[in-house]
């Protein structure tokens, strides 16, 4: 099955600073991953995904870009603000598959 | 788009007392559910997925249980809650067929003593 790992688990920043945050996936046919935040107490939410076709997608401050070729994807937030402060989720599909596999989670502190 | 409904949003059980979780979905059908459990600090545990009407597929053995008795409509339960059974449970709901993304519902926090 799909394994994924995500660093770092915890990442402090500035405002003002960028954030990365690295997911590697096992299943080379592996071809959808979404990203996840999520604020304390709540529900995880859909930030950006990309599909294995495209290898960057970018949405306001927020970018992922995928290389399938190392077999790894990742979120840029830049112009980190204290709201950006969340745990953040990858997650990646192999093919065929509805059942997402998880990252353990990046807990992103963004210090005013 | 998909709007996802969970009750109660808190709940404080005994230890050995029974469970009932309720999830329904609304704007969309013949979708797949899942449940996942969230301890404190952590990741997502999946615990069951269907992906329709009295399919349930379980990913780990625990005196829990899922049931599906409508399209819409997913239950999580347990006729003897352990301390272990506290945690965060999530209700994900995603389109059907591959790569589809899923959508969380609100939670609920269970807290067992």
């Known amino acids: 099955g799909e394994n994924v790992e995500q660093h770092p688990s915890t990442l402090s920043v500035q405002e003002g600073d960028s954030a990365v945050i690295k997911c590697t996936y096992s299943d080379s046919a592996s071809n959808y991953f979404p990203w996840y935040k999520q604020e304390l107490g709540k529900r995880p939410q859909l930030i950006i995904d990309?599909?294995?076709?495209?290898g960057e997608k970018k949405d306001q401050r927020i970018a992922v870009t995928l290389n399938k070729t190392a077999k790894h994807f990742s979120l840029h937030i830049t112009e980190t603000q204290p709201e950006d402060s969340a745990v953040y989720f990858c997650a990646a599909y192999a093919g065929g598959s509805y059942i997402p596999t998880f990252g353990r989670g990046t807990s992103l502190i963004v210090h005013p | 788009s998909q709007t996802i409904h969970q009750w109660p949003a808190t709940l404080v059980q005994p230890v050995g007392s029974p469970l009932s979780l309720e999830c329904t979905v609304e704007?969309?059908?013949?979708?797949?559910l899942y449940w996942y459990r969230q301890a404190a600090g952590r990741g997502l545990q999946l615990l069951f997925y269907s992906v329709g009407i009295g399919q349930i597929s379980s990913e780990v053995p625990q005196n829990l249980s899922a049931s599906r008795p409508q399209d819409r409509q997913f239950i999580l339960s347990s006729k003897k809650l352990l301390l272990s059974d506290s945690g965060f449970y999530l209700c994900a709901c995603q389109a059907t067929g591959p790569q589809e993304t899923q959508y969380f519902g609100p939670g609920t926090r269970l807290l067992v003593l």
């Open positions: 990309i599909r294995s076709n495209v």
């Open positions: 704007g969309t059908s013949n979708p797949n």
